[in-house]
């Protein structure tokens, strides 16, 4: 291989816990956030829970001199939260929200108001092309019992898809942000298997940082420690991910997170830990050719593909398992809406025999019928709303599990060109918890 080109650049991606009058110390982290990036002089700066825009304005002020390019991202309710600067030129950029994000009446978690989404920036880095991927995925709130656990493997799902499809023609790939993913989980190996994407903290010799890679440490003060249970030291869900292409080969020479408190300051940048990834961009001739090395090629490419055919095996089965929850609540709310229009017209039976009653004069209860006619009134809009919402719900996971069937049918349509590995798929035992559902073909 020959370099032609050889390019460095540091990649800075945050959770900022930006929620206006709700989390702590907020303008002065924001402050404090923008003093680090000007000082720091990062090349692409990705952040997530920006969900005010005045706050994404203070900051574009504030890096004008350091950072000239930047896009904020809108969706939903209060925003995306997504936000990216760059000292290099943005030439076009683009937002696709997840057509799943939680429930609107858990407005606690607030994860449907803000409308989730993957942000896409092109970067002209020098004559490379660089497609910039910031995204934030719906939070786990209960890992033994995660009844958003569908709604994540398909917003992973998305993701995936949205990548693939976007970055055909860059020369590098760069997506950073809260995935709410623990390493192995399925979402995790769903995103990176198909995409091919590397993992920074894996990829690289040179580390500076917390424990095992964590973002979401005990020692932050603004943790919340139920939130970690039962990882009692922290868990790593922020990620920095990277991969080239035919003609650029990418490096990472060393990454570094913050750890909690900073110094001269009496809080950190966030709940989250900053991640920083300094990546090594080389050009290069067409690869090498040769009988062994695309013996080896064919080999990893067919190891790769049966490992790939389990993981959508079992994101289907998870998303299958959302179907079912989700039918079993539409079921309910058009069961209780029946009840309530039953109950309604059995009002308005009870209304109507004073009328019929002709000349008898009978007391009518009318304060006592207003208010159970609103009541009534009342259980038919909520159930109508909710079973609105959970036939849209349906749509979108059976929109994922046909996509995931489909895929799956490509992929072992692939590995019949790789006699040895279609033997070794055969052998392999299917991934835990697929007893649940046994996935149609």
């Not at 829970?49 to 350091?66: I, Q």
């Not at 009692?232 to 650029?248: C, P, W």
Request: hydrophobic share 35%; net charge negative; aromatic share 10%.
């Amino acid at each position: 291989m020959t370099n032609t080109d050889s390019v460095r650049i540091r990649v800075f991606s945050l959770n900022c816990w930006g929620i206006r009058y709700s989390s702590k110390h907020c303008s002065q982290r924001y402050a404090m956030i923008g003093d680090l990036l000007c000082k720091e002089e990062h090349d692409i700066v990705l952040l997530q829970e920006v969900w005010s825009e005045k706050d994404y304005l203070f900051l574009k002020k504030k890096l004008a001199c350091s950072h000239a390019h930047s896009h904020y991202f809108k969706s939903g309710v209060i925003g995306s939260g997504l936000a990216v600067f760059s000292k290099h030129r943005i030439h076009d950029t683009f937002i696709y929200r997840y057509s799943l994000n939680g429930y609107p009446y858990m407005a606690h978690h607030g994860d449907w108001f803000g409308g989730k989404a993957v942000g896409m920036a092109v970067l002209g880095i020098g004559k490379l092309t660089a497609n910039v991927y910031v995204t934030h995925l719906h939070a786990e709130y209960c890992r033994e019992k995660d009844s958003y656990l569908p709604h994540r493997v398909v917003q992973a799902w998305e993701l995936q898809q949205f990548v693939r499809h976007t970055s055909a023609g860059a020369d590098m790939v760069i997506l950073g942000g809260d995935l709410n993913l623990h390493p192995q989980d399925l979402g995790n190996r769903l995103l990176i298997s198909y995409t091919g994407l590397r993992d920074s903290y894996l990829e690289t010799d040179t580390f500076d940082g917390c424990e095992d890679g964590m973002t979401l440490i005990a020692d932050n003060p603004f943790t919340n420690k139920k939130d970690l249970v039962p990882f009692e030291k922290g868990i790593r869900i922020d990620y920095i991910l990277f991969k080239g292409s035919s003609k650029t080969d990418v490096f990472c020479d060393s990454m570094s997170t913050t750890k909690g408190s900073v110094a001269d300051h009496p809080f950190p940048y966030s709940d989250h830990e900053a991640l920083t990834a300094e990546l090594r961009l080389e050009s290069h001739t067409s690869p090498e050719t040769g009988r062994d090395k695309k013996s080896k090629d064919q080999d990893s490419a067919a190891g790769k593909l049966a490992e790939l055919v389990d993981i959508v095996t079992e994101a289907r089965t998870e998303v299958k398992v959302g179907l079912h929850c989700a039918e079993r609540m539409r079921y309910t709310a058009k069961r209780t809406g029946v009840m309530g229009l039953a109950l309604l017209l059995l009002e308005l039976a009870i209304a109507a025999v004073p009328w019929l009653a002709l000349g008898a004069e009978q007391p009518f209860p009318s304060t006592s019928f207003y208010l159970l006619a609103g009541l009534c009134f009342a259980i038919l809009l909520t159930t109508s709303t909710l079973y609105i919402f959970y036939t849209m719900e349906l749509k979108s996971l059976q929109g994922a599990e046909d996509q995931m069937r489909l895929a799956v049918g490509s992929l072992q349509e692939s590995l019949r060109g790789f006699p040895l590995a279609q033997v070794h798929n055969a052998q392999r035992k299917p991934p835990g918890g697929l007893n649940a559902c046994d996935p149609e073909e």
